[in-house]
């Protein structure tokens, strides 16, 4: 079955410091990943997405990731992070059929000034 | 134009009412979903619609109805709501096409509180 699993619920950062959050994913087929962001009150955006092409995707406001088939990983990183970056971020994977999308529980980033 | 719309945003009623959530998207996509987000943050699926019909549904209460008029709505109906109900229900669309890498557009969320 799939699953990916989000370590660490809460990173706090600097503003112009290195973001990282980490996600493990467990799957019986090549995996499909996601990254999403929920700002407070807000629904989920997609910032970038792994689809077995180049295994360094780029997305949206800076952020990119890495897929590592050796290591189960697929993190994502910003190399400064800005105050609007706070948000939840979630890691998903599809699921086996390919039509749904299972979450990981979710990282909280803190940027402070 | 708000791609994947669901209304109302914020609901407040009383345990053992019935109350709708509605959804709609203008994507042109086949597929729709609903998942709930509870307290903690995490996210689950609940139902997914492919023209309009039912291909995922998880274990959840059969008090939740979803109903599917059309393949741009997918409406979620809860019944006899219970303080466990309280939680951000999501709405969500996608064009599944056999391809597992397209992506799932998402709503503004439904946050619903049971007193």
């Known amino acids: 079955a799939q699953s990916v699993t989000q370590l660490g619920s809460h990173v706090s950062v600097s503003e112009g410091a290195l973001v990282l959050l980490r996600c493990n994913y467990s799957?019986?087929?090549?995996?499909?990943l996601f990254w999403y962001v929920q700002y407070p009150n807000q629904g989920l955006q997609l910032l970038l997405k792994y689809t077995s092409a180049a295994t360094l995707v780029k997305g949206i406001n800076g952020f990119e990731a890495e897929f590592k088939k050796s290591e189960t990983s697929f993190h994502l990183t910003k190399p400064s992070a800005h105050m609007s970056d706070a948000a939840e971020y979630f890691c998903?994977?599809?699921?086996?059929?390919?039509?749904?999308?299972?979450f990981g529980k979710g990282t909280t980033l803190s940027v402070s000034s | 134009d708000t791609a994947v719309s669901q209304t109302p945003k914020y609901l407040v009623t009383q345990m053992g009412n019935d109350k709708s959530i509605k959804c709609e998207q203008n994507l042109g996509h086949d597929t729709m979903y609903w998942y709930k987000q509870d307290s903690k943050k995490f996210l689950k699926i609940m139902f997914s619609?492919?023209?309009?019909?039912?291909?995922i549904n998880e274990t959840v209460p059969n008090r939740f109805s979803p109903k599917s008029p059309d393949k741009a709505h997918l409406n979620l109906h809860i019944n006899s709501l219970e303080l466990g109900d309280s939680a951000v229900y999501f709405c969500?669309?996608?064009?599944?096409?056999?391809?597992?890498?397209?992506?799932?557009?998402f709503g503004e969320g439904s946050w619903l509180t049971v007193v």
């Open positions: 998903a994977v599809k699921n086996q059929a390919g039509t749904a999308l299972i």
């Open positions: 969500a669309s996608s064009l599944l096409d056999s391809l597992p890498g397209n992506t799932i557009y």
């Open positions: 799957s019986s087929v090549p995996p499909y």
């Open positions: 619609y492919n023209n309009k019909e039912l291909i």
